[in-house]
Antibody, heavy 122, light 110 residues
Framework: EVDLVESGGGLVQPGRSLRLSCEAS????????MHWVRQAPGKGLEWVSG????????DYADSVKGRFTVSRDNARNSLYLEMNSLRPEDTALYYC???????????????WGPGTLVIVSS | QSVLTQPPSASATPGQGVTISCSGD????????VSWYQQLPGKAPKLLIY???HRPSGVPDRFSGSKSGASASLAISGLQSEDEADYYC???????????FGGGTKLTVL
């Protein structure tokens, strides 16, 4: 059974940084692309970032480009999101998701973690 | 403002059917497969439909998807109270190099 567990969320001041982690189990991690998707309180889903199975190719939403960095450690079955220069509009529940194949562009998120909440406020 | 357009709400009575639309353009829905998610209150999204009209294992056949041109639809037949949820469509956008979502449709089972 696929299991994804995010961690690292919390309350952070505007302009500061935060690093989210996602620990994966129940599947061969380095066979799959991975995604980060966020949902602001009471709002819809927003794709944040994707990373291929080997970490060679990544993409970001324009809203986070230049501030967020996605990475993965296949030896640790883990996905990360480094978030810098955080803004109040980054406040959201951040979900880690498994892609449908090895490329994040080739298929949607098929499995989701429960999410970790990030609140950016002074 | 979401890239894909969905009606904000839909409603129907138990046992009836309902259809939720998703409109995109030549950069996303037109050339690429559409997927649909169901999000129950307080829960993570769940994949309902992928590749326009395919159901993952375990999704009841009451849920079906279709696509024509740059528009897609999710149909739910034999509505049950537990179908009350938010529904989102998504597709890969070749211009943005992003996954784009609809704004979501809140389905109420009356």
């Amino acid at each position: 059974e696929v299991d994804l567990v995010e961690s690292g969320g919390g309350l952070v001041q505007p302009g500061r940084s935060l690093r989210l982690s996602c620990e994966a189990s129940g599947f061969i991690f380095d066979d799959y692309a991975m995604h980060w998707v966020r949902q602001a309180p009471g709002k819809g889903l927003e794709w944040v970032s994707g990373i291929t199975w080997n970490g060679v190719r990544v993409d970001y939403a324009d809203s986070v480009k230049g501030r967020f960095t996605v990475s993965r450690d296949n030896a640790r079955n883990s996905l990360y999101l480094e978030m810098n220069s955080l803004r109040p509009e980054d406040t959201a529940l951040y979900y880690c998701g498994r892609g449908q194949g090895s490329l994040y562009s080739s298929g949607p998120v098929t499995d989701w973690g429960p999410g970790t909440l990030v609140i950016v406020s002074s | 403002q979401s890239v894909l357009t969905q009606p904000p709400s839909a409603s129907a009575t138990p046992g009836q059917g309902v259809t939720i639309s998703c409109s995109g353009d030549s950069s996303n829905v037109g050339p690429n497969a559409v997927s649909w998610y169901q999000q129950l209150p307080g829960k993570a999204p769940k994949l309902l439909i992928y590749s326009d009209n395919h159901r993952p294992s375990g999704v009841p056949d009451r849920f079906s998807g279709s696509k024509s041109g740059a528009s897609a639809s999710l149909a739910i037949s034999g509505l049950q109270s537990e179908d009350e949820a938010d529904y989102y469509c998504t597709a890969w956008d070749v211009s943005l190099n992003n996954w784009v979502f609809g704004g979501g449709t809140k389905l109420t089972v009356l």
